[in-house]
């Protein structure tokens, strides 16, 4: 079985990204064995988005933030949890990052899965998904996994203990290609609040398509139940958000990476999420992925 700092040095060239990707792996890890301490209570502070932050979400950004920052590779750190982008001393590192420290932290008092998102670009943001050097997630789920892309697939690796009793992350799954036909589908946002020829297409995820439903409330879980069984996830414009809820370059433009590069497809409602230009970093964005035949069905359903 490989590692994954083996499998880097066969498919990545840049020694730079190898760094980046192999230490972000063991970071998120490191980081998730303090997360006991930090689970109870908000801090009564509010994000740049209005949203309630908890003590993990703060510790945990503190700390990823701290550890790229130490890699020596980064020279500015873009996080959902950072008024301001985070300035590196050494500014010939050379990687920009974006960062959702702690993807589904309402699922963090409940014990359910929960996440972490890392955008690689080589110039500053704001850039097209389509400049991203390299995407990965960490999953904190029943087992630890890890995904990575560089544009040479989507690989998956997941947590072991070796004979020494040392974590290493071995290769689960090279070139993942999203299974056809899709099995599930999850949505978020108030179904009495989708346009109508949305809520059809939804209706249709049932009714044609026989798909079951997969709703966690943590994006990087729900994101993985699609990349494993096939389907479609979407957060769609609401009345409540009508650029839907999740953002453009901490969550949909990584996720959308590692999704076509999983054979799938993402789309915004107008392109795929890759090519969307928007000059604010912090922009929300409508966010549909999946296998290309069901983004090619919401095509038609929301032309
Ligand atoms: O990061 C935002 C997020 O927590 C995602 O992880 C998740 O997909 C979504 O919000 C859940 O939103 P809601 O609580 O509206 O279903
Ligand atoms: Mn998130």
Redesign the pocket.
């Known amino acids: 079985m490989q590692t994954l700092a083996e499998h880097l040095e066969k498919h990545v060239e840049d020694p730079a990204l190898r760094h980046l990707i192999n230490s972000f792996a063991y970071i998120s890890l490191d980081a998730q064995h303090h997360f006991p301490k930090y689970l109870r209570g908000t801090l009564g502070d509010r994000n740049k988005y209005g949203e309630a932050v908890a003590q993990l979400d703060s510790w945990v950004n503190g700390y990823l933030c701290d550890s790229l920052v130490k890699t020596g590779v980064v020279r500015k750190i873009y996080s959902e949890e950072l008024d301001s982008p985070l300035i590196a001393t050494s500014q010939s590192a050379p990687f920009v990052v974006t960062l ?1 420290p702690l ?4 699922n963090i008092v409940s014990n359910n899965a929960f996440g972490s998102i890392v955008g690689v670009y080589r110039e500053d943001l704001p850039q097209k998904g389509r400049k991203l050097a390299a995407a990965f997630y960490k999953l904190y789920g029943p087992v630890n996994t890890f995904v990575y892309t560089v544009g040479k697939g989507t690989h998956e690796f997941v947590k072991h203990y070796d004979s020494e009793g040392k974590a290493q992350f071995m290769l689960l799954a090279e070139s993942l290609s999203l299974p056809e036909p899709g099995e599930v589908f999850g949505i ?2 108030d179904p009495l609040s989708w346009e109508p020829n949305f809520l059809k297409f939804a209706k249709d995820l049932f009714r044609v398509e026989k798909l079951k439903v997969r ?1 966690s ?4 879980a ?1 994101f993985s139940q699609v990349l494993h069984r096939g389907g479609i996830f979407s ?1 769609p414009a609401t009345k409540k958000s009508p650029k839907g ?2 953002r453009l370059f901490y ?1 949909a433009q990584p996720m959308a990476f590692i999704m076509e590069q999983a054979g799938g497809a993402s789309w915004s409602g107008k392109e795929s999420l890759l090519d969307v230009e928007e000059s604010d970093v912090d922009a929300r964005t409508p966010l549909h992925l999946g296998n290309s035949y069901l983004i090619g069905k919401l095509k038609q359903a929301c032309p």
């Open positions: 959702d993807d589904g932290s309402s978020g946002g709703y409330g943590t994006f990087v729900d957060y809820k999740l969550e």
